[in-house]
């Protein structure tokens, strides 16, 4: 039978079957531009019946689905490590952050590279200083100690790239590493030879230099692409691994969650998190489902109740009928649209990989031209291959791999001495595109927990005795009660009914709080949530909550307007409490009750009708619509989902930084443009130069580096 590896894992095992064909998720190693995720896809296209194959770069997740034999995938896996880019199974339970260890990789390359390049400009110093009165046999000495550094430096630092250009070559294509790894080794092969024949130059610190630099740009991007999977990665981790299943005899036995399957009969005891949707067949209990509604108030479980996967059970314990399986629950779901949603960004960094997959073929023809053209008007071979070398390193694109991401990190600085973390590179090229600003309510525009409303109109000893009660409880609306109240005594034995409320004797009296349902009383019918407290044959008072707005909100809906953006609301809340913050806030666009899904839904429309929508959200239930979003921004009170899944992060937990966002992001745009125009300058003026023979090897990498440093100085001026 085939396996991905050594390890004997069967890729069919992971192979689902779904409206009549199949899906399997892979996790692609190996992949780190748009050439690699073009040659995975256009590789898994060209199998029969394939009708999705979909890449996420940030994740390394690898979609597929196909009519036809499940067998079909060993040979996809197959297929796969045959042109460099190995496959396993993508299990949410055990995938590993590939990311992390590809940068730690880098890292330590760019570490040897930086330090070669610093020591082996030591001895290139020494041999220009002492060009005239140097002996040939000390020149030699400084050449040959020149090697023995650079050498090794690049058998290690340039692993990433010569690689990338093996498995390129191996499937017959070429991507931009194949003449960078050109450059590096025809550098010290010409300068192997030159030291053999103690010729006058050599070009080791060219070949080092290059690499340094190369791979400065190199982990960069990796750095970038690696928080840009955040969001999916903590999705994955908030999936249960396991689940309580109830089989025919009514005995419990815990399965992995991945073994669930429609119909499965499922113990949910109180505090676990819900592993597959499903319906409630026996009890009642409150759940916390803020990642469907992204309410405060917890939600009522009872038979018939359609519950979904991430949700916490907060009460009693539930029997519950499973209606999906993990892979097919909300959410899984959620996650894929993260991933979607992540997936489709940065039109900038698109535009400098079509530059760079340009870059191959022109570079290639131009080193070839240049080398032809030197040998026909009867220059040595000699000056012919060294011009042509010096082509390869002086057109490299360190200046355009460096024009976004420079800008990019110095933005990310400013602002983050400002309180906002920036959580995707690309994110401010898109936040300065936004012409709409759409705003969750709840925990966004509001502090996101319910606060009592009506203390003044409650006596001090009526709210004692509610606190007593409320002390004992962890349910949200006693702790709207209970923290106000501070620290004191606790009533002695409290019974709290799930979905009720408390009870418990106090000076001799029966005292009561919780819903008006339990408590026999008529509901007020008002927007806001209430519980009630009787004690004895009194009458019943009343407990109103709501969730308040933010002091600046309406401050800064109006300033985001000045700027050009008209603001909206998305909410999952009901419309009367998303109707009455509209008004509050002077917002007449805005809309109630969204499921996430919805929530995409509209933020669809509003791009299909030629807008850029920014949007601010704080729930779990907001996260996919962040990473869907044209661009995103969360508070620091936000969940970890909605942080991770947001391009910003207002540490302050203050609204007024997303103006001070907007307005940053537009001057990051001036300067990459700016950058994108110092790239091609540089390019026109070099590249006749080094065609022309007027540089050498050693001066290219010069002019290369210059060029880095010119589009990282203009990228510096954000910082001011």
């Not at 030879?193 to 610190?205: H, L, Q, V």
């Not at 060294?386 to 991401?405: G, M, S, Y």
């Not at 106090?506 to 026999?520: C, E, F, H, T």
Request: contains cysteine; negative net charge; proline residues 4%.
């Amino acid at each position: 039978m085939a396996a991905i590896d050594a390890s004997g894992i069967d890729p069919e095992a992971f192979v689902r079957e779904r409206d009549g064909h199949q899906e399997m998720d892979l996790l692609v190693s190996g992949v780190h531009c748009a050439g690699c995720i073009s040659r995975v896809e256009t590789a898994m296209r060209g199998f029969d019946g394939v009708s999705h194959a979909r890449l996420n770069l940030s994740t390394g997740r690898l979609s597929l689905a196909w009519n036809g034999p499940a067998a079909r995938a060993r040979d996809m896996v197959k297929k796969l490590g045959e042109i460099g880019y190995p496959a396993t199974p993508f299990e949410p339970e055990t995938g590993a952050d590939a990311g992390s260890q590809e940068e730690k990789r880098l890292v330590r390359a760019m570490a040897v590279a930086g330090f070669a390049t610093a020591n082996v400009m030591l001895f290139s110093v020494s041999v220009w200083s002492g060009a005239v009165d140097m002996t040939t046999e000390t020149r030699d000495l400084f050449h040959w100690l020149s090697a023995l550094i650079v050498l090794p430096t690049v058998a290690y630092s340039g692993r990433p790239f010569f690689s990338s250009a093996w498995a390129a070559l191996k499937s017959r294509q070429v991507n931009m590493d194949v003449p960078i790894s050109l450059a590096v080794l025809l550098a010290c092969g010409l300068s192997i030879f030159e030291t053999i024949n103690s010729a006058e130059e050599a070009y080791f610190d060219a070949a080092a230099m290059l690499l340094f630099f190369l791979l400065i740009g190199r982990w960069l991007d990796s750095r970038l692409r690696a928080k840009a999977g955040a969001a999916a990665r903590r999705l994955v981790a908030m999936q249960a691994a396991s689940a309580n299943r109830i089989d025919a005899a009514g005995k419990v036995k815990a399965i992995p969650a991945r073994d669930v399957q429609p119909g499965d009969l499922l113990l949910i005891a109180a505090g676990e998190k819900v592993p597959v949707d499903a319906e409630v067949e026996d009890g009642n209990s409150q759940l916390d489902a803020a990642l469907v509604t992204g309410e405060t108030r917890p939600a009522e479980a009872s038979p018939g109740t359609q519950i979904f996967s991430g949700m916490v059970n907060l009460g009693a314990a539930l029997k519950v009928r499973a209606t999906a399986r993990r892979d097919d629950s909300l959410l899984a779901e959620i996650t894929r649209l993260v991933e979607a949603g992540e997936q489709s960004r940065s039109r900038y960094v698109k535009l400098a990989d079509h530059a760079a997959r340009l870059y191959v073929p022109i570079v290639h023809t131009l080193a070839a031209l240049t080398l032809i053209g030197w040998l026909l008007l009867g220059a040595s071979f000699h000056t012919a291959i060294l011009n042509a070398i010096a082509v390869l390193i002086i057109t490299c694109p360190c200046a355009l791999a460096l024009a976004v991401p420079a800008v990019q990190v110095v933005a990310s600085g400013r602002l983050y001495r400002s309180g906002i973390l920036v959580k995707s590179g690309d994110a401010l090229e898109r936040l300065a595109e936004a012409d709409i600003a759409a705003f969750d309510k709840t925990g966004t525009l509001t502090l996101g927990k319910p606060q009592l409303v009506n203390r003044d109109a409650i006596s001090d000893a009526d709210f004692e005795r509610a606190a007593l009660l409320a002390r004992t409880s962890r349910h949200p609306l006693s702790r709207a009660i209970a923290d106000p109240a501070g620290m004191g005594a606790v009533a002695d034995g409290v019974i709290e009914t799930p979905g009720g409320g408390l009870e418990a004797m106090i000076d001799g009296q029966r005292v009561r709080l919780g819903s008006a349902r339990w408590m026999g009383i008529e509901a007020t019918g008002e927007a806001v949530s209430e519980v009630w407290l009787q004690s004895g044959d009194d009458a019943p008072v009343r407990f109103a909550f709501a969730d308040q707005a933010r002091a600046d909100a309406a401050e800064v809906v109006r300033t985001v307007e000045a700027l050009g953006l008209p603001a909206r609301i998305l909410s999952g809340d009901h419309d009367e409490a998303v109707e009455g913050m509209a008004r509050t806030l002077g917002m007449d666009n805005w809309q109630a009750g969204l499921k996430p899904a919805e929530k995409i839904a509209a933020l669809e429309m509003a791009k299909d009708e030629g807008r850029h929508v920014l949007m601010v959200g704080d729930g779990l239930n907001d996260a996919p619509a962040l990473a869907s979003a044209h661009v995103s921004m969360s508070l620091a009170s936000a969940s970890d989902i909605s942080q991770a899944a947001a391009d910003f992060v207002i540490q302050r937990d203050r609204l007024s930084a997303i103006p001070e966002a907007i307005v940053i992001a537009r001057k990051a745009k001036r300067r990459v443009f700016e950058n994108f125009g110092l790239a091609v300058l540089y390019n026109m003026i070099a590249v006749p130069l080094a065609v022309f023979g007027f540089v050498t090897p050693l001066v290219a990498a010069i002019a290369m580096s210059a060029s880095s440093l010119l589009v990282t100085l203009n990228a510096l001026r954000l910082a001011r």
